[in-house]
């Protein structure tokens, strides 16, 4: 079963480890008869020994609780930052990007399944062993602005990302998060000093779309959310928008008020288009008209700076909500164009939300 109380007994049959690397988690009590509770996600799973949680990467090995993915790096990239898409935080810059497998939910179109699904499916965990100092040292060398947990759920690599982000902090460097939402409450607590931004992905604002497509629930992704705004972590929104799933004008604009009354009217928002992956492979693609509806309604509610994705350079360019002009311009994913480059409009300097080089 998912959600809260989640009660996970056997382990995976025939589970593979290669090159096996662990280290004991954290954020977990140990039960009786050799069972733990992990208090990493909201998933709260209660583990048998020898099982494994709903995200497939942290063991019960006789009642001591491990994270098989602890510097076990799957991907590693460089990126601009807007791929994340983070669009206010050190635009133009690049983002250290890294990764290791398995994610805390299963969602029927996840463009990265071939590593996010992998411990779950194929029962094999990949990774090349990389110390956390190393991954600070690539990204310093890369001359890269932060370092980005992203690709998979980053809350399921939990350990290994903030001994990469406290070394992070010390150079200078921002720590972004790319994820789910669907944290704990004491995962926040532990992480929040070290990070600078997130971008949540809110995949729908129904809880029966989330326990059905998703394998979680809503309320603790909006938790998290808010818990990041009062934590002073910069937030942006993005949400897939799926025919047929979340394309409702009643959907979208509720989805459009949480983020204006519950993370203000600053925070961004960004909509993008849904391509045919991993299990929804017959679906259609996303109708632009869509992406402008769900942009109309968003600037209804008060949003300030609402994106489009995955539809070009249209919808991409951050303006000033005072006065209009272009304060910075996109013209396709690293190149972009600052117009002013402490994050003030050049026109009338009225201040832009988010952080700029300047304010980091």
Not at 183 to 191: F, G, K, N, Q
Not at 279 to 287: D, F, G, I, N, Q
Request: with cysteine.
């Amino acid at each position: 079963m998912n959600g809260a109380g989640c009660f996970v007994r056997n382990p995976i049959a025939g589970a593979v480890l290669e090159g096996e690397v662990v280290q004991e988690a954290r954020l977990y009590e140990k039960r009786r008869n050799n069972q733990v509770k992990c208090h990493l996600c909201a998933h709260g799973c209660l583990i048998d020994d020898g099982g494994r949680g709903v995200c497939h990467v942290r063991e019960n090995r006789g009642g001591t609780l491990y994270s098989l993915v602890y510097g076990q790096v799957l991907a590693e990239n460089r990126d601009p930052i807007e791929k994340k898409p983070l669009y206010h935080v050190a635009p133009g810059t690049l983002s250290y990007s890294i990764a290791t497998a398995g994610c805390n939910f299963r969602c029927a179109w996840c463009q990265n399944s071939d590593i996010s699904a992998m411990p779950r499916e194929r029962h094999i965990i990949r990774g090349s062993e990389t110390p956390p100092e190393l991954i600070v040292a690539r990204a310093f060398e890369s001359r890269c602005r932060s370092i980005a947990y992203t690709y998979t759920e980053p809350t399921i690599f939990f350990e290994y990302a903030y001994d990469v982000a406290a070394l992070a902090k010390k150079k200078g460097l921002l720590n972004v998060l790319v994820t789910n939402g669907f944290m704990s409450a004491e995962m926040l607590e532990t992480l929040h000093p070290l990070a600078d931004a997130a971008n949540v992905d809110l995949k729908s604002f129904n809880d029966d779309t989330y326990r059905e497509q998703v394998g979680g629930r809503l309320q603790p992704v909006l938790d998290s959310m808010k818990r990041m705004k009062d934590y002073g972590i910069w937030v942006e929104v993005t949400t897939l928008v799926i025919p047929q799933l979340n394309d409702s004008d009643e959907e979208l604009r509720q989805i459009a008020q949480f983020i204006a009354r519950d993370l203000g009217c600053e925070t961004p928002w960004h909509i993008s288009r849904f391509f045919p992956a991993y299990k929804m492979t017959r679906c259609e693609p996303t109708p632009p008209a869509t992406l402008e509806r769900a942009r109309c309604i968003g600037e209804a509610e008060g949003l300030r700076y609402v994106y489009l994705g995955n539809l070009g350079r249209e919808g991409q360019d951050t303006r000033c909500h005072t006065c209009g002009a272009v304060v910075i311009e996109r013209r396709g994913l690293g190149y972009t164009v600052t117009h002013a480059g402490d994050g003030a409009c050049p026109a009338c300097h009225t201040p832009v939300a988010g952080i700029y080089m300047g304010s980091a």
